[in-house]
């Protein structure tokens, strides 16, 4: 079965800290991976995603990922958290075909900065 | 620049009520997607509709129906509310491309009492 595990529930760092929050997938064969961001009250925005290529892909504010096959892993980092980075944060995966994504999503991580 | 927009953002309901969520994108796109959030269990794949005319069940489709009433708006129906589907809902939409990422509402608050 399909599978995309978080295994950190909840991690606080403070600001100005590095962080990587973890994510690995169980799926039939390689599948797109992306990494999103939801803030309190709001939906879901793209950090960043990984199809093909380059293993280290770049996202949106200062976010990098880092796609390992061999440990069907694709942990999400940054090297200075800044407050406003407080979030929940979900590796999600989908498949390489044409048409609608079925996406599959970790359970998430929230994300508490210390001033 | 309104992207996904939801409504309601919150509701009350009883159980055995109904109730329709209403989505609508400006994005032209043509897939569209119904999630359900739960404390530690992410965002799970309720229905989705990869185009206009066509609609599909995704992994907890039970207790819920959709229409996909043209290309922008895509609705979510609980035909008869039971307290388990209390919960955020949110929409999405996308390119019919899996390399595409998916656009989210702001969601919607769903009690049930």
């Known amino acids: 079965a399909q599978s995309v595990t978080q295994p950190d529930i909840h991690i606080t760092v403070s600001e100005g800290a590095s962080l990587e929050l973890r994510c690995n997938y169980s799926y039939g064969a390689t599948p797109y991976l992306f990494w999103y961001v939801q803030s309190p009250g709001q939906g879901l925005q793209l950090l960043l995603k990984y199809f093909s290529g380059d293993t280290l892909v770049q996202g949106i504010k200062g976010f990098e990922a880092e796609f390992k096959r061999s440990q069907s892993s694709f942990n999400l980092r940054k090297p200075s958290v800044h407050w406003s980075d407080a979030a929940e944060y979900f590796c999600?995966?989908?498949?390489?075909?044409?048409?609608?994504?079925?996406?599959?999503f970790g359970q998430g991580t929230r994300l508490t900065i210390n001033p | 620049n309104a992207g996904v927009t939801q409504t309601p953002k919150f509701q009350v309901l009883k159980t055995g009520q109904s109730m329709t969520l209403q989505c609508a994108q400006d994005m032209n796109h043509n897939s569209m997607y119904w999630y359900r959030q739960d404390p530690g269990m992410g965002l799970r794949l309720i229905y989705y509709?990869?185009?206009?005319?066509?609609?599909d069940k995704g992994e907890v489709p039970n207790g819920y129906n959709v229409s996909r009433l043209n290309k922008r708006e895509f609705s979510l129906r609980l035909e008869s509310a039971a307290p388990s589907q209390t919960s955020v809902y949110f929409c999405?939409?996308?390119?019919?491309?899996?390399?595409?990422?998916?656009?989210f509402g702001d969601g919607t608050r769903l009690s049930i009492l």
């Open positions: 999600a995966v989908g498949p390489r075909i044409q048409g609608a994504q079925k996406l599959v």
């Open positions: 999405a939409s996308s390119e019919p491309l899996s390399n595409q990422p998916q656009h």
């Open positions: 509709s990869a185009s206009e005319g066509t609609t």
